[in-house]
């Protein structure tokens, strides 16, 4: 990012938009809790503060503050973060050794997601279930369409090249990875650790804010003829 949207690409997202608006009567609709949004990304070992986060208040009179520049860690590690309206539904991290693909995705993460979706929904289960995530290659193998069918829950796959409508890339990512930025973690379990302890900080309010949000950034990219309507970084 940021990605030169192509004219086709532009009509999907609007597309998407209006169907999306359309089918979950401008977010309004109970179909919105069955909803369930999720993605990967790597969360490092130590993440530098962005300039803007390491700013502080000095007088004129006051000497410079001594900043040491760090690059960010080759240390990380990958997880998989799912959650719906309601709340969190899961975190999944991706051992060492392992690979993301379409068999990780359907035999070790999204078992675990389904098995503590049946657990907060005991009178539905994964009946009505939508599963929202992006375009990637294990997201979108047969082997997973397949899974999905099985489990009788619907794909419903976001536009390419889209993290304005992405609910984990413009909400959830930046929140956890804010509260870990600038702190230096010995190895993977202090970093999950932390990583735990920002996810269980978010609040009810906060994912439904998210999804309220995100019905609002469809009109935005609508009016913006489905360009995007905010910096991408």
Same mark, same amino acid.
């Given at each position: 990012m940021p990605h030169q949207l192509t004219n086709d690409q532009k009509q999907w997202r609007i597309e998407f938009c209006r169907h999306s608006l359309k089918r979950f009567e =401008?977010?309004?609709?109970?179909? %919105?809790?069955?909803?369930? +949004?999720?993605?990967?990304?790597? $969360?490092?070992?130590?993440?530098?503060?962005?300039?803007?986060?390491?700013? %502080?208040?000095?007088?004129?009179?006051?000497?410079?503050? +001594?900043?040491?520049?760090?690059?960010?860690?080759?240390?990380? #590690?990958?997880?998989?973060? $799912?959650f719906m309206k309601s709340s969190l539904i899961k975190a999944v991290p991706l051992e060492t050794g392992e690979t993301l693909n379409a068999s990780w995705y359907i035999n070790t993460?999204?078992?675990?997601?389904?098995?503590?979706?049946?657990? #907060?929904?005991?009178?539905?289960?994964?009946?009505?279930?939508?599963?929202?995530?992006?375009?990637?290659?294990?997201?979108?193998?047969w082997i997973t369409n397949e899974f999905l069918t099985?489990?009788? %829950? =619907?794909?419903?796959?976001?536009?390419?090249?889209?993290? *304005?409508?992405?609910?984990?890339d413009f909400f959830l990512f930046p929140k956890l990875k804010n509260q870990l930025r600038g702190i230096q973690f010995d190895d993977d379990n202090a970093m999950l650790t932390a990583l735990e302890q920002a996810i269980d900080s978010l609040t009810k309010e906060d994912f439904?804010?998210? $999804? =309220?949000?995100?019905?609002?950034?469809?009109?935005?990219?609508? *009016?913006?003829?489905?360009?995007? $309507?905010e910096k991408i970084h």
């Open positions: =401008e977010g309004q609709s109970r179909r %919105v809790f069955d909803i369930i +949004t999720g993605d990967e990304s790597w $969360f490092y070992h130590y993440d530098p503060e962005t300039k803007e986060q390491s700013k %502080v208040w000095v007088s004129k009179t006051d000497p410079r503050p +001594t900043k040491v520049h760090r690059n960010k860690s080759s240390g990380k #590690r990958m997880v998989a973060v $799912f993460c999204l078992p675990q997601v389904f098995k503590t979706v049946s657990e #907060r929904r005991p009178r539905s289960g994964l009946r009505g279930l939508i599963l929202h995530d992006d375009n990637a290659t294990p997201h979108r193998a099985e489990n009788h %829950v =619907e794909s419903y796959p976001n536009p390419p090249y889209s993290p *304005d409508l992405s609910p984990c439904q804010n998210c $999804f =309220e949000d995100w019905f609002i950034r469809m009109h935005k990219c609508i *009016d913006a003829e489905g360009q995007y $309507f």
